[in-house]
């Protein structure tokens, strides 16, 4: 049984209902707008045909009804994120996760967004609280590593990166990132181990090709070296960095 501080009055009758009544159980009226559901969905089939503009109007009418609905507030930042609105995406996050602080995809998504608006300490507790909730969340380990990496702090953000492939063995990026990262730290034998387990068909292979000719290179195996550097040029490596 709802608390008597969660009770509301109905409007019409003045029976006493629980704030998540739609209807009111004593003379049937309406409590809230009975088309919330429907415009929730409506508004992602907006979303999802690339309709934005009438999906951000269906998002702020329900919310407008309903200002405290977790899902168009965090439907509603996507919509400003993808947009490139990051104030506005970073307000509506911010709004989600007030009213619900467990809910872990909106401190997800509001650690993208404050990463890609430049502020990573504000990325960090984003993405901290999200472990908070769920500790096996791959992609914010990732993350996190990364804001910590672009902060600067390389042993938090190897740790951040080793938890990702520990649950996430094939996560090819992180294990360039953590070749990059012992590359700096002086361990050679680390960072060349990395690199090679970066290797694939995949977004770091020219880097690490790279990276691993450098190591090469400082060992003085020349030939090695230019090996790497043929296989790099062969898959694209960028002309100033041949020379």
Not at 51 to 67: F, H, K, S
Not at 70 to 92: K, M, P, R, S, W
Request: proline fraction near 4%.
């Amino acid at each position: 049984m709802p608390s008597p501080a969660e009770l509301l009055r109905c409007p019409r009758c003045g029976h006493f209902h629980a704030q998540a009544d739609k209807f009111c159980s004593e003379c049937g009226v309406f409590l809230k707008d009975g088309f919330i559901d429907e415009r929730l969905l409506l508004a992602i089939v907006h979303e999802r045909d690339g309709r934005n503009g009438e999906a951000r109007q269906e998002l702020e009418r329900l919310l407008e009804l309903e200002p405290k609905h977790v899902l168009a507030l965090h439907l509603l930042g996507n919509l400003y994120f993808h947009e490139g609105i990051l104030d506005v995406a970073i307000t509506q996050y911010r709004l989600a996760v007030a009213a619900a602080p467990d809910y872990v995809l909106g401190h997800y998504d509001l650690g993208v967004a404050w990463y890609h608006r430049g502020n990573m300490p504000e990325a960090c507790c984003a993405f901290e609280r999200c472990l908070e909730l769920d500790p096996h969340y791959n992609a914010a380990h990732y993350r996190l590593a990364l804001a910590y990496f672009h902060l600067g702090d390389l042993e938090r953000a190897l740790q951040q990166f080793e938890k990702s492939v520990m649950l996430t063995p094939d996560y090819l990026m992180a294990h360039y990132h953590i070749g990059v990262i012992y590359e700096r730290l002086g361990d050679l034998d680390r960072a060349e181990q990395a690199f090679e387990r970066s290797l694939d068909a995949g977004l770091g292979e020219v880097s690490s090709l790279y990276h691993l000719a450098v190591i090469s290179r400082q060992r003085g195996e020349d030939v090695r070296a230019e090996e790497l550097l043929q296989r790099a040029r062969q898959s694209g490596l960028p002309e100033q960095v041949r020379a």
